[in-house]
């Protein structure tokens, strides 16, 4: 039997949705209609200032746009405006026409204005020619105080220990817009704290001042309508829906944009004062999307990852998937020292001592003999040095890992590589990513190769064995985590993660962007291009690249897409450099070759397997799909 709780909050989801959904598309057809019938601006009076908007815009946005900021709750630019917190209330009037239906001017020479005997909402009204607007008149004032007041009525006072506590709008503008005292006497509302609503986000029910952000949200963005408000007035709550949880690959954006300490992420809440948090503009390196992202790091520790707008990459949001996924620069497994192989054991060296190993290591074998496996996670500058060793050493053999996934429809990408068409682009190679990894497996397993390089790659993913890997005679690992191959390495080169080093990037629309450095490495790892260029200058070359801007100069100079560029000039929303209609790495024709690769080394193995009536090593297995050392829960 359906609970007559249950039937409630259907018939609310249902009444909810036809009214928003209508007037959404009644707001697109009337801007599309405004559009096509005339583009001449619209006069607005904002505050007795009179000013040029055009037709469509919201009169919230038209404020902001003139430096008037209007307080606002459930208004957000990306979302629909349902206008259900009446923060955003104004003054608005038109001119008074005079008999012959002109505007009538005052003595001061301008219209008069016959203002609305109520105040009216900013969020879901837009411009119209010859609008006033007041956003300061004592009635707005009156209106804002009133509100506040409103919203604080069952508010807790959890302050001292909410973690919004330093970014919370109810506090803000409680400081603003509300006043000093209340009035309040009677015991509040009394509602749920600390409900699980999905696995990574936690709700606090009293805190919520049902502005609706986080279910319209994830309606109209995140494609999945599980949120909504059950139960009446001050007993109103936020809840999933019967059976369902928050759980959908975006959840932690409700966290973004909740204005209060209502929804907290489960992973950083009580972690960290978010005034404590040095905060740096970078983008997210777990697809080929890049997001571009605020990274909050105290004392060299990330302590959380949260979206920055950029409406030709990622709009205002960006995926749980690449937001979590930081843990791996504080595991266990990071590698801090540089090691050589001397008596058969991995020892601690310096610096100079490792590169210089390597160096003499790779100078001893023919070019021919050397394989190199990039990896589509280092930057463009890292690859344009990969690039000169490759030239110095005469080496044939060169290709990177593709790394691959499942992609939505929203922002995740197949592609799970941040940098593939950087790779493209500097390494020059026509094939797919990954085409020529089969062919370098095998050959390190026939013996043509005898000294192999892996830079940020796990080479337990390359289909060979670590007893194969172990007969090498050079096997030179630059990497962060620690893993199966590094043991059987003869040199291993602790590198940084994304969050440790500047660079750039390519991302799949052929977007050029900047990776900026949040925490140094920990330990004795050093900065991956910085490694690279030692060991091309202990090989003989690589000369006068003591910045990275020296490297991104000298790539410029050869890489034709980057000419004229600089780090500088990339700007925090980056630059678009190619065309690129479809992600290289979804083209259909490399998918078929990748395919058609996994499936050919797949008969091989089973054949080998059938003859040697042995169980295959299951780092031999195939070329797999390949995820960031740790994928949270999704
Ligand atoms: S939880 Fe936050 S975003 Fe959602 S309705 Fe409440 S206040 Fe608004
Ligand atoms: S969509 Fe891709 S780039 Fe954006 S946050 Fe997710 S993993 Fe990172
Ligand atoms: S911001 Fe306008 S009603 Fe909420």
Redesign the pocket.
């Known amino acids: 039997m359906t609970s007559d709780l249950e039937l409630r909050s259907c018939a609310k989801k249902v009444i909810f949705e036809l009214v928003s959904s209508k007037s959404r598309s009644k707001r697109k057809s009337k801007i599309m209609a405004d559009q096509s019938s005339s583009p001449q601006p619209f006069n607005v009076q904002i505050d007795g200032v009179w000013h040029q908007f055009p037709k469509g815009m919201r009169v919230i946005e038209a404020c902001e746009r003139v430096g008037v900021f209007v307080p606002r709750?459930?208004y957000h630019k990306k979302l629909s405006s349902p206008g259900n917190c009446r923060m955003c209330l104004i003054e608005m009037g038109f001119p008074r026409l005079g008999p012959d239906r002109k505007p009538e001017l005052g003595q001061d020479g301008k219209p008069i204005i016959n203002w609305m005997p109520r105040p009216q909402i900013s969020c879901a009204q837009d411009v119209a020619d010859g609008m006033a607007v007041r956003t300061d008149s004592p009635l707005v004032k009156e209106c804002q105080r009133g509100v506040m007041e409103f919203l604080l009525i069952n508010h807790p006072l959890d302050c001292p220990i909410c973690d919004q506590a330093g970014e919370c709008r109810l506090q803000e503008f409680s400081v603003d817009y509300g006043s000093s005292q209340s009035r309040f006497l009677e015991n509040k509302v009394k509602k749920p704290k600390a409900v699980q609503l999905g696995p990574r986000v936690t709700?606090d029910?009293e805190?919520?001042?049902?502005?609706?952000?986080?279910?319209r949200?994830c309606q109209e963005i995140a494609h999945d309508d599980v949120?909504g408000?059950v139960d009446r007035g001050s007993h109103t709550i936020?809840t999933a829906h019967p059976g369902r949880s928050l759980e959908n690959n975006y959840s932690l954006n409700?966290v973004d944009?909740?204005?209060?300490g209502?929804?907290t992420s489960t992973d950083f809440r009580f972690k960290m004062r978010v005034w404590f948090l040095k905060e740096t503009k970078s983008i997210c390196a777990s697809c080929a999307t890049g997001c571009n992202t605020v990274i909050g790091t105290r004392e060299d520790v990330v302590y959380r990852q949260t979206p920055r707008e950029n409406d030709h990459v990622n709009s205002c949001w960006m995926c749980d998937y690449g937001r979590l996924n930081y843990k791996y620069l504080e595991a266990d497994s990071r590698l801090l020292e540089p090691q050589i192989r001397s008596e058969g054991k991995l020892v601690p060296a310096d610096w100079p001592t490792a590169v210089g190993q390597a160096a003499l290591q790779l100078k001893q074998v023919a070019g021919s003999e050397i394989a190199i496996v990039a990896s589509g996670r280092m930057t463009n500058e890292e690859l344009w040095l990969t690039a000169q060793l490759v030239n110095s050493l005469g080496v044939k053999c060169v290709d990177i890992v593709p790394r691959r996934g499942r992609a939505d429809k929203i922002l995740l990408s197949k592609d799970r590589n941040p940098n593939t068409n950087g790779a493209r682009l500097i390494l020059g190679s026509r094939s797919a990513p990954g085409a020529k990894i089969m062919a370098i497996a095998d050959a390190v397993r026939s013996g043509g190769i005898k000294a192999l390089v892996i830079l940020k790659e796990n080479a337990m993913h390359l289909g060979m064995s670590v007893e194969e890997l172990a007969r090498l005679p050079a096997l030179i690992v630059m990497n962060n985590l620690h893993n199966a191959a590094t043991e059987r390495a003869s040199v291993v080169l602790p590198a940084c993660g994304f969050a440790e080093k500047r660079g750039s990037m390519v991302n799949g629309k052929g977007r050029l962007q900047r990776l900026n450095r949040a925490t140094r490495p920990p330990g004795n790892a050093r900065d991956d291009w910085e490694i690279l260029r030692d060991l091309l200058q202990a090989i003989g070359g690589g000369d006068s690249l003591h910045s990275i801007e020296d490297v991104f100069r000298r790539m410029s100079e050869t890489v034709p897409q980057f000419a004229g560029l600089s780090l500088n000039k990339i700007g925090d929303l980056g630059v678009h450099i190619l065309e690129i209609e479809e992600l290289p790495p979804t083209h259909p024709s490399d998918e078929e070759a990748i395919e058609q690769a996994i499936a050919v080394q797949a008969a091989r193995r089973s054949v080998r397997h059938e003859l040697d009536h042995v169980q295959p090593h299951p780092g031999a297995s195939t070329i797999r799909q390949v995820e960031p050392e740790t994928a949270p829960r999704r």
């Open positions: 709750y459930c709700l029910d805190r919520c001042i049902l502005c609706s952000r986080c279910i949200f949120l408000f936020l409700t944009i909740c204005p209060v209502a929804l």
